[in-house]
């Protein structure tokens, strides 16, 4: 089974920057595809960016297009998500997740592995 562990977020004033990390721990299995849903209060979950660990091909949701970036490891092994411009709407509870498809992050079908979360508030 696969672990992710997560690290980065905080807190930034409006335009500010984070970075997000997250690191696989143990098999590989089920982690063909990687990346990031966030959650705020009394909003669904969006599905904001993801990668093909493979191929490197990614995914992101209009709303952060432009703003947010991620990439991974040369081992493969870690996906960063590096948020710049951030905005109030950002403030949410940020997850890691990977799953073996990537279309997870746009169907109605959840990842099926994720980490703890890590909130990232953006205050003007």
């Known amino acids: 089974q696969v672990k992710l562990v997560e690290s980065g977020g905080g807190s930034v004033q409006t335009g500010g920057s984070l970075r997000l990390s997250c690191a696989a721990v143990a098999y590989t299995y089920r982690r063909n595809c990687m990346g990031w849903f966030r959650q705020a209060p009394g909003k669904e979950r969006e599905g904001v960016a993801a990668i093909s660990i493979g191929s490197g091909s990614t995914y992101y949701a209009d709303s952060v297009k432009g703003r947010f970036t991620i990439s991974r490891d040369n081992a493969k092994t870690t996906v960063y998500l590096e948020m710049n411009s951030l905005k109030a709407e950002d403030t949410a509870t940020y997850y890691c997740?990977?799953?073996?498809?990537?279309?997870?992050?746009?169907?109605?079908?959840?990842?099926?592995?994720w980490g703890q979360g890590t909130q990232v508030t953006v205050s003007s």
């Open positions: 997740a990977a799953d073996s498809y990537c279309s997870r992050w746009t169907s109605a079908e959840s990842p099926m592995v």
